[in-house]
């Protein structure tokens, strides 16, 4: 199989690039090589490459940087799924994509389904949820997977900030009314090549016959402060931490540009059913994200 990977030095795509099957005909591009900015850039990459496959694990993903560039993530996260869809469609390829917890508002207070309504309350969410629908509209074999709190340790996410912390601080502040999933980048990509596994009529017949959105994410969930008490917990250098204490606080201590939601678990059985794909449990995923980079 042909496969086209845009984002390929970011998190997720990091780890779609270890996980690559290797009889998978792969090309991984990331920003300069494509401007998923600029649409005659994401033309002219696929017509080249003329893939059966096309993932796109690229996105403007910083979520306060957003509130004043939002031309720039409008572009990214909203106009670029619409070009990649129907770029797909002109070549007979199917699209994978990535969505955001971050299109609802968070007020639901239960795990969020696919079929309930988003609403996004910054921009990046908002950005987001549109590239959802100009792919759905462009695109006739895509599927939108949406996510939570994507982390890969080693790298400069929650886990990362909160081991910086610590070794930093006495006290440590840390949100307890944020709650979601944690989603290490290495399952989600693991689940998203066992959906392609089952693929076996091809890449394009298959999500024509499951194209849609589905929730994929860490579960239970948890909030940010239980999520850096697991951190902690992992710390390879506990000995030589300053942090004594871990001080649970709300959301409005670090006033921030963007909005967050504070409830953003998702509910994930559409995508177990449809794909026979196992819970994603995030503290397993944690402790094998660990292990993986000591
Ligand atoms: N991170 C989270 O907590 C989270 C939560 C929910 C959903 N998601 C979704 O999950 C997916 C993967 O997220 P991630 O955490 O892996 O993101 P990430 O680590 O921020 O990686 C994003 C990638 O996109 C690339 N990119 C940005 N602008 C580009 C452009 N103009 N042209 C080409 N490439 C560009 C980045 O390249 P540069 O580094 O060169 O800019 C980077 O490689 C995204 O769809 C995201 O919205 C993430």
Not at 22 to 50: G, M, Q
Not at 217 to 230: D, H, I
Request: with cysteine.
């Amino acid at each position: 199989m042909r496969v086209l990977l845009f984002g390929s030095g970011g998190q997720l795509g990091s780890a779609w690039r270890a996980l690559f099957p290797e009889h998978w005909d792969t090309v991984s591009l990331d920003y300069p090589d494509v401007d998923l900015a600029d649409p005659d850039s994401i033309k002219s990459v696929i017509s080249n490459t003329r893939p059966q496959l096309i993932i796109n694990a690229a996105a403007y993903t910083a979520v306060d940087r957003a509130e004043q560039e939002p031309e720039l993530a409008e572009r990214i996260n909203t106009r670029a799924p619409g070009v990649i869809g129907s770029c797909a469609e002109g070549i007979h390829a199917a699209v994978l994509h990535y969505s955001t917890d971050y299109v609802f508002n968070g007020r639901k207070g239960h795990p969020y389904a696919e079929t309930d309504t988003p609403d996004p309350l910054n921009v990046y969410g908002r950005t987001k949820l549109e590239g959802e629908n100009r792919l759905a509209e462009t695109s006739e074999a895509a599927i939108t997977l949406r996510t939570s709190w994507v982390y890969t340790p080693g790298g400069s996410s929650f886990p990362d900030k909160v081991l910086q912390w610590a070794h930093r601080q006495e006290i440590l502040q840390i949100v307890e009314d944020q709650i979601s999933g944690p989603t290490s980048a290495w399952d989600l990509a693991r689940s998203s090549l066992r959906i392609l596994e089952q693929a076996e009529g091809g890449p394009y017949e298959f999500f024509h016959t499951h194209k849609g959105i589905y929730h994929l994410a860490g579960e239970p969930v948890v909030s940010r402060y239980e999520w850096a008490q697991a951190v902690l917990a992992l710390d390879p250098d506990k000995e030589n931490r300053l942090c004594k204490e871990v001080r649970p606080v709300l959301t409005g201590v670090f006033p921030a540009p963007a909005e967050r939601p504070l409830f953003t678990g998702l509910d994930c059985p559409l995508v177990r059913e449809t794909f026979g794909l196992p819970v994603l449990d995030w503290e397993q995923g944690l402790n094998e994200a660990f292990a993986r980079i000591v």
